[in-house]
């Protein structure tokens, strides 16, 4: 074979290796834009979180994936809690007050890092696997502020290395921080609809919403469900002789009392002038009765600064319990019961001196 066939053997060798690489990182580039493509068709912030951790994981062949991110004023969790789900639903994600403490690499993380695992750096972002061989970790940045971070983690120690390109991984998460800034957002803008402006609290048409989620809940769980009614004593006689600043005031300050003793996954709302409502998921009628007396009684216990004066306020309180896995009927009828008999308690309270707790 003469040295110009050599030399044309040799040149078609390498356009098929170049046509070879190319069709590969083809296939590459479409597999990154199909991921992306499915976070970013997220609804929401639940379901993003979901595709998150499950999608990519499955995509991927990965043996683990988590999501890190900064939640220091706990805004993510009570947006979880507004859509119905609970941080704890998301075993992969964790919102933590800081990045600090959780793994050296993410204090210095700038652009994706690729390398061997090892478990006295990385078990905290992976919930101290020790089967892992080789991490990717993503920053998650918005507006320049380091949001939280998307790691990656493989069995195989040649999966993730320093050697490899990481410019689809940098885009990844990149994708992922704007995913994540647009659904919180929506969230914020959803949540601010069912918002009572006065108290901060949730309001009735928030509260309606929930209680169908809470009653489909119980039924599936086979637990009790059971409803708070309370109502301000004598608050017409506080806005006519202080006037409706300090009544709003007082207002205010009743919220404050009643979420201190209420849990995270308990559903409280402004009913309506000086009316609240409180939905307690997976509680029992006695359980919630001692709940009841103990919002009575931070209410009660403490005077109210009302315009420079110290004013003692009350609150009388209804109670009612279903239990959708042993009724016939439809939630929307169990609700308005569930609603009905607490009103009724709480007009039992009223009638029997006020300041108490009477259960329907």
Not at 62 to 78: C, G, P, Q, W
């Amino acid at each position: 074979m003469s040295e110009a066939e050599l030399e044309v053997r040799r040149l078609r060798e390498q356009l098929a290796a170049l046509k070879r690489q190319a069709s590969e990182n083809y296939d590459i580039l479409r597999r990154s834009r199909e991921r992306e493509l499915v976070l970013l068709k997220a609804d929401h912030l639940p379901d993003l979180l979901d595709r998150l951790v499950n999608h990519l994981a499955d995509s991927y062949g990965l043996t683990a994936v988590s999501v890190v991110l900064v939640d220091a004023s706990h805004e993510i969790r009570h947006l979880l809690l507004d859509a119905g789900r609970s941080p704890e639903d998301f075993p992969g994600v964790k919102l933590v007050d800081g990045l600090a403490g959780l793994s050296p690499n993410l204090l210095q993380l700038r652009g994706a890092w690729l390398g061997p695992y090892a478990a006295a750096d990385h078990q905290l972002l992976f919930d101290g696997r020790q089967d892992l061989g080789s991490i990717a970790l993503l920053p998650l940045q918005r507006q320049g502020w380091m949001i939280g971070a998307l790691n990656l983690g493989s069995r195989d120690p040649t999966r993730f290395t320093r050697h490899h390109g990481t410019e689809f991984l940098s885009h990844l998460g990149v994708i992922a921080s704007f995913c994540l800034e647009n659904t919180i957002n929506r969230a914020r803008l959803l949540r601010s609809g069912f918002t009572d402006v006065l108290t901060g609290w949730h309001n009735r048409r928030y509260l309606q919403s929930r209680l169908r989620e809470e009653l489909a809940r119980a039924h599936r769980d086979e637990v009790p469900l059971s409803c708070l009614m309370l109502d301000v004593d004598h608050f017409k006689r506080i806005n006519d002789t202080l006037g409706h600043l300090a009544g709003d005031r007082v207002l205010r300050e009743i919220a404050q009392r009643v979420e201190a003793q209420i849990r995270a996954s308990d559903v409280a709302a402004r009913y309506g002038g000086e009316e609240f409502a409180l939905l307690l998921p997976a509680t029992g009628l006695d359980d919630a009765v001692r709940m009841a007396e103990r919002i009575r009684a931070a209410v009660a216990t403490e005077p109210f600064d009302a315009a420079g004066e110290a004013l003692r306020v009350t609150v009388s309180i209804g109670v009612s319990e279903v239990r959708p896995a042993r009724r016939e009927g439809d939630h929307k009828s169990l609700g308005e019961e569930l609603f009905a008999r607490a009103d009724v308690a709480l007009y039992q309270a009223k009638g029997q001196g006020r300041d108490r707790v009477c259960n329907g």
